[in-house]
């Protein structure tokens, strides 16, 4: 079993950053990407990056240049800077892990969500 825990959110002003962290226990990552999401109220929840032990990472179009992925193997933790924001980035955002070869739509696990409110 993970335990996924989120913090860092808070509410900041358009043109603000913010720092996410995403603390994983249970056991290594060595073969799970991590990745966030977001859901804003009324909208579906949508894909924002994911980091592979590699280092490798993917973004969404939305968040390109503004957003770095990154993550700790050694404190199995991933983290998602978050610069230039906007209030449309307003939203809950969540973390999760997924096997190698497995899929978004169902994580292995996921963590409760940490809230970030961009103020216009």
């Known amino acids: 079993q993970v335990q996924l825990v989120e913090s860092g959110g808070g509410l900041v002003q358009a043109g603000g950053s913010l720092r996410l962290s995403c603390a994983a226990s249970?056991?290594?990552?060595?073969?799970?990407?991590m990745g966030w999401f977001r859901q804003a109220p009324g909208k579906d929840r949508e894909f924002v990056a994911d980091v592979r032990w590699s280092g490798n990472t993917d973004y969404a179009d939305s968040v390109k240049g503004r957003f770095t992925i990154s993550r700790d193997n050694v404190k199995n933790t991933a983290y998602l800077q978050m610069n230039s924001l906007k209030a449309e980035d307003t939203a809950v955002y969540y973390c999760?892990?997924?096997?190698?070869?497995?899929?978004?739509?169902?994580?292995?696990?996921r963590g409760q969500g940490t809230q970030v409110t961009v103020s216009s």
């Open positions: 999760a892990v997924r096997r190698y070869g497995g899929s978004w739509e169902r994580p292995e696990y």
């Open positions: 249970g056991r290594t990552l060595s073969n799970y990407v």
